[in-house]
């Protein structure tokens, strides 16, 4: 049982405290009757509550998803050019979810989708900095200099990346592609892609490994999971307050968040 004006404001239909005069003014009812006081608690799925005579629906309850995109799917809830979306995969959800970020047609891996839309927006802003792991097979071997380069920061468009961290994984043989682990804390349009072709090393694959607290090895490519309660604590705590060194205003706040 939940209190009444809780219940209004989950639902959309007023603040609390807005919630609280709808209530005194004699214009919610549950079951039926009239409610004056503060305090009655009801059962959102179960009681009849309304507004003036409108039921009030209960609200969706918060979804908190994790898929492992594959390649070829667009990050997004519906295509013009009906191209597969992510929506595809998550069979059986019936929650409006939607995708926090994007990943290219072309990339894969972790991808957080909800309908918790206060968590996706600060989850995005660039000033909370929340951390992405990818992991890039490049074309040929990044020597020291390419490496510090994106380390520091590649000019994109006028505005220079903020320091990534980056760790190359030599190739097993002279021919093979080195791998590159990067983390980075912004979401610029194809961010990672474009970073590894300024230094000249094209990016041939690209897979994100963890976003903010977040990794799973296990989960399969086109598969997806609910978020445990701990792990939907830590994303939050990633979320709340503003990195260390990033700024909040002029060249990072109005870049698109996608890589």
């Not at 519906?78 to 072309?106: A, F, I, K």
């Not at 490049?138 to 510090?148: F, I, M, N, Q």
């Not at 961290?165 to 610029?188: H, K, N, Q, S, Y």
């Amino acid at each position: 049982m939940i209190r009444l004006q809780k219940i209004l404001s989950q639902a959309g239909v007023a603040s609390r405290r807005a919630a609280e005069k709808l209530i005194a003014d004699g214009r919610v009812t549950v079951n039926g009757r009239t409610i004056h006081e503060m305090g009655v608690k009801a059962d959102p799925a179960a009681d009849d509550i309304r507004v003036d005579g409108r039921r009030v629906r209960a609200a969706e309850r918060l979804r908190y998803i994790l898929l492992n995109k594959p390649k070829g799917y667009v990050t997004t809830r519906s295509d013009p050019q009906r191209r597969r979306t992510v929506m595809d995969l998550l069979s059986g959800v019936r929650e409006y979810v939607y995708p926090v970020g994007r990943l290219d047609y072309d990339s894969e891996g972790l991808l957080l989708l909800t309908n918790d839309g206060d968590l996706a927006a600060r989850l995005t802003h660039p000033r909370h900095g929340v951390e992405r792991t990818y992991e890039a097979r490049v074309a040929g071997t990044p020597d020291e200099e390419a490496l510090t380069r994106l380390r520091k920061g590649i000019p994109l468009e006028g505005h220079r990346t903020l320091p990534a961290t980056v760790v190359l994984v030599p190739p097993r043989r002279r021919d093979d592609d080195a791998v590159l682990l990067l983390t980075i804390r912004e979401g610029r349009n194809r961010q990672v892609r474009r970073m590894c072709e300024a230094v000249g090393h094209p990016v041939q694959a690209l897979r994100r490994t963890r976003f903010g607290p977040i990794a799973d090895r296990k989960l399969k490519p086109g598969a997806w999971r609910e978020l445990k309660e701990d792990e939907v604590a830590a994303v939050k705590k990633a979320a709340t307050k503003p990195a260390a060194g990033l700024k909040t205003k002029g060249e990072s706040k109005d870049l698109p968040r996608r890589t």
